[in-house]
């Protein structure tokens, strides 16, 4: 177990100095302070030693998600993570993580000061802080939906993407579907930017028209719903994939509000299998992420890197699970002109419907 | 436990019939054995019930690849499965198979007879005829180096092949390179495929010129240094990648033969870090694969598999072995009209070498 001074005689630098780094003291350079920090890292250096026969200590870091209550999203891969960290020894902390607090602390010490060997990283984005420090930091980390190249100490596990969007399309154009629009959320992240060019290359797999104003994304769920699904019921699409179960949820409500019917008129996909994405109206037919599995692969993958083996990327297979909210592909009435240069969206008309239409 | 009859009503057929089917009797069509034999394996038949309280059996089904002895490329992948695989109370059993073999019988019906549970597969090329029906088998098999698109009952473990040719590309660069070729295998081989495709990826990323006629693949190694790697030389090409260290000494050993001085005046960079890699003249730099941790992570996809969480792909870091057949660029002197348009490799010559040359 190396010491102060093993670290100072490493660097070269006084005992005084490396205290000072480890304690967060404000009177060291950021870059020495960094400097020390990554040394002490590589060195296996613990502070605290009198406490090492206590528990050793992982953490789960969540920033954007909720994992607190059963209909949490994060919940089951928080349960499926401690249910094989805990029997192993370990003492798991949950620790909610906004960007003002990473800029506050580096990722580094901020383990180090909190005695975690290892870190489940949910629901970062791209621009985070810490996603920086992650490419170069040796503190074993498990980014869930994130890939950071090359870095030995740093793993991503989540879902095949690819082949989510896949099997929802692939399951579309068995229903009939040609025209199939996809409405993203922010491009901030990794994630997000996965589903969206998977919707391009499997739309092209399939052989199926696949253009930008097919297309739409954003952070916010109403300007998805407002600003592009009109465009996208204007260009006449029969069915709309969506890359989470939230956004799936608005924009079938939106194609009801505006007269469409679901999945008579247009057929939604959503994707992650979302705790409520049953109860909805209809139940959503999603692309299921296991959320259980994802938080074991995410233990296995972190105990591996402790272990010294290195694993790039564990990504689990995706599932459909049908239920109502898409169907087959119903025929279009041609479009007016009026409707091709208005605001309103395009019409839909069922098959064997009577013009005055009626509900099923 | 289904029985015979089980699964004779399930299929509205007779009971003769499944037996037939399942015994591999000829008298019947090959569709229908098919149907019958994955029924059984969905409906988790198993022949000789009466022997079920032995120890269950894994099988490591092996192709192209040996793995007996400690010099082979095989043997740490087999360890590591079978370490974590035999204390988990399984028979694993070693298969050398053929194409011949795979012809002979369905993979779902040797999997059954020899009431193997699942499968970890090495050395599979693409058009080997069980590749095809792993599309769709229900029986668990974990594939190295080859990925089935969603099938949930099979898994793909591997590196990260794309991070592997990076690093050496990387590293090259590192070194003032920019004339990097490479000589690849057989396209009829998944990971063969990924690393060709990987390195152009990579030269683009890099901003480094890539082009067709800078590389050059073959199943034989021969045609690779006789008819390739002149080639290479004569477009000045100051380093290679090879795709395995098998063909990167038979590269380097060509040069050597051609008077190119390793690294003085092309760098080789291999693949894989087989075992006799560190005793090549000079020792080839090369890209790791951790052999036991894939035997490891092999075996931790078929138990996921096997308790029903299904991983799409395990991909570990590769990282890059530095030893002496890769060194700073030289420059080349203006190449000649004759070497151009003759069949002799272009002579590069290094800085601060005398027009007659020495050997270092």
């Not at 901020?110 to 870190?119: H, I, L, V």
Request: net charge neutral; aromatic share 8%; glycine share 8%.
């Amino acid at each position: 177990m190396p010491t102060i001074i093993d670290i100072a005689a490493k660097l070269g630098v006084s005992k005084g100095t490396v205290s000072k780094a480890l304690n967060n003291s404000s009177d060291i350079s950021e870059t020495l302070r960094k400097k020390v920090v990554e040394t002490a890292v590589e060195m296996g250096y613990e502070k605290n030693r009198v406490r090492r026969d206590r528990a050793q200590k992982l953490c789960i870091i969540v920033e954007n998600m909720s994992c607190k209550n059963e209909s949490d999203f994060g919940y089951e891969i928080v349960m499926g993570f401690k249910k094989l960290a805990l029997p192993a020894g370990w003492d798991v902390d949950i620790v909610e993580m906004t960007k003002e607090d990473q800029l506050a602390v580096s990722y580094d010490m901020f383990m180090m000061q909190n005695e975690y060997k290892g870190a489940f990283i949910l629901g970062f984005a791209l621009m985070d802080p810490w996603m920086e420090e992650l490419k170069t930091s040796r503190t074993p980390a498990v980014l869930y939906d994130n890939y950071i190249l090359e870095n030995p100490a740093v793993s991503y596990i989540g879902i095949n993407n690819e082949e989510g969007v896949n099997l929802a399309v692939s399951y579309l154009k068995d229903l009939g579907h040609t025209r199939i629009g996809y409405l993203g959320g922010a491009m901030e992240s990794y994630v997000m930017r996965t589903r969206y060019y998977a919707y391009f290359r499997s739309m092209e797999y399939h052989g199926l028209p696949a253009a930008e104003d097919l297309t739409g994304y954003s952070y916010h769920i109403s300007e998805c719903t407002q600003k592009y699904l009109p465009v996208l019921l204007k260009k006449k699409v029969t069915a709309i994939l969506c890359c989470h179960d939230a956004l799936a949820h608005a924009v079938l409500n939106h194609c009801l509000e505006l007269g469409c019917r679901v999945p008579g008129d247009i057929s939604i996909i959503g994707f992650d299998d979302a705790p409520f994405s049953a109860y909805t109206t209809p139940p959503l037919t999603t692309v299921r992420q296991d959320r259980g599995a994802l938080g074991r692969c995410g233990y296995y993958a972190l105990s591996s890197l402790l272990n010294h083996t290195s694993i790039s990327s564990l990504l689990l297979r995706a599932e459909l699970i049908k239920r109502q909210s898409a169907g087959p592909v119903r025929t279009w009435e041609l479009p007016q002109k009026s409707i091709l240069t208005g605001t309103d969206a395009a019409r839909p008309v069922s098959a064997g419907r009577t013009a005055a239409g009626t509900s099923q």
